[in-house]
């Protein structure tokens, strides 16, 4: 089964759906190759930005700086029923695009068969903890450079990267393809290029659509006639291969 998902690293839905997957994965018994697509949720963040998250998610939305404490307090709140530590008085101004870039980096090298199969997960999973509860600068370059090479990623290539423009392109068309399939918000997960799921939905969402994937991967039954043989010639039960 393959997972593909799109997320930020600065999303606090995304980290709380991520873990309502791994358990709808682990009550299942079902094994998948999880593959983490780019989205960012503001592409104009700076890594500069003076003001504190309450502030920045206030007078993003016009609600102001205390409806932004009431909405970090929510989410740290779902997020500790499931083990997820989140200090978001803590949490830096950050634009993503250089984590995403690292983040397509892991995936080619998995695909290479150069590093762990599970390298990108783990990059994503530290990702995500640096921001949410280690209050670290996920947009600064030593940071990032640091949690990958913690990941697994070889210090050659994350430098490399880093140095460049390399895979702006690839962030770009992965937010693009997100719009295509008609995500509304991340998280957004697609099962098996047939289901998606829409939000940090709760685990049940995800154990549907989980069996609905398996219902349809099901082996067919094969059906033969009376007279069917082992003969290796072509016949009414079709030619062999």
């Not at 503001?42 to 998610?57: C, G, I, K």
């Not at 702006?168 to 992965?174: H, K, L, M």
């Not at 998606?196 to 006639?225: C, H, M, Y």
Request: with cysteine; aromatic share 6%; glycine share 8%.
């Amino acid at each position: 089964m393959r997972i593909d998902v799109w997320s930020d690293v600065v999303c606090p839905w995304c980290y709380i759906g991520k873990r309502r997957l791994e358990e709808a994965l682990a009550g299942s018994g079902d094994t998948a190759t999880i593959v983490w697509h780019s989205f960012q949720l503001d592409p104009s963040s700076t890594n500069d930005d003076p003001r504190d998250l309450a502030t920045r998610l206030g007078e993003k939305y016009g609600r102001g700086r205390e409806w932004g404490l009431q909405a970090n307090a929510h989410v740290t709140e779902i997020a500790a029923e499931l083990g997820l530590e989140y200090n978001l008085e803590q949490a830096k101004s950050a634009n993503t695009v250089d984590a995403h870039r690292l983040l397509h980096l892991a995936r080619e090298l998995v695909d290479a068969g150069q590093v762990p199969a599970d390298t990108q997960d783990r990059l994503k999973e530290r990702l995500l903890k640096a921001y949410f509860t280690d209050g670290l600068p996920v947009g600064a370059h030593a940071t990032l450079t640091e949690l990958a090479t913690e990941a697994g990623l070889p210090s050659d290539r994350v430098h490399e990267v880093l140095a460049s423009t390399t895979y702006t392109e690839e962030v770009a068309a992965d937010q693009a393809q997100a719009l295509a399939y008609g995500a509304n918000g991340v998280p957004f997960f697609v099962i098996d290029e047939k289901y998606g799921v829409s939000g940090a939905q709760p685990v049940e969402v995800f154990q549907e659509a989980l069996r609905r994937a398996n219902a349809d991967r099901k082996p067919v039954t094969l059906i033969t006639g009376p007279g069917a043989t082992d003969d290796p010639t072509c016949g009414p039960d079709g030619c062999p291969i």
